[in-house]
């Protein structure tokens, strides 16, 4: 399987699409964009991608689906993935996201910039180890507001 030097964004709002795609572009990672969770699975597929930003609400397989089937291929269980999203998410949402590096909520950008920031070096490789999220960990989960994206 090849890997690109890309990161994965998956969200059913364009929208939100296209401000994640800036936001990547500008710390200078090509993107590619996907409406639900089966369409970024086609992706992964095709090529791993350095990181996947990933909404938890989508039609045909939402987030949570999406996150269960990378994590349960060896080819695509250590892509980093940070949800991203306006559900405020509790320990039961947790132990359904196996391996994810965050959580960030939509309209915090600045902490989205931190954490791929954290998550990739200058040349697009991943820094940080995945591990079960724990959301007591203030550096797994963050305070959702209001979206502005």
Excluded: W
Excluded at 58 to 75: A, C, F, H, I, N
Excluded at 100 to 129: C, P
Aim: hydrophobic fraction near 35%; proline fraction near 3%; aromatic fraction near 4%.
């Amino acid at each position: 399987m090849n890997t690109d030097d890309y990161v994965l964004i998956v969200d059913d709002n364009e929208d939100v699409l296209l401000i994640l795609s800036i936001i990547v572009e500008q710390l200078g990672f090509k993107t590619r964009t996907a409406t639900d969770g089966e369409q970024a699975l086609s992706h992964v597929a095709q090529k791993i991608p350095r990181l996947i930003l990933l909404d938890l609400m989508m039609p045909r397989l939402d987030g949570y689906g999406t996150v269960k089937r990378l994590y349960d291929s060896e080819t695509s269980r250590n892509i980093p993935v940070i949800i991203v999203t306006a559900c405020l998410l509790d320990e039961i949402d947790f132990s359904r996201l196996p391996g994810i590096i965050g959580v960030v909520g939509k309209g915090h950008i600045d902490q989205l910039f931190q954490l791929i920031g954290t998550t990739l070096t200058n040349d697009g490789r991943h820094t940080s180890q995945k591990r079960p999220c724990d959301n007591k960990s203030s550096d797994h989960t963050s305070t959702l507001g209001t979206s502005l994206i």
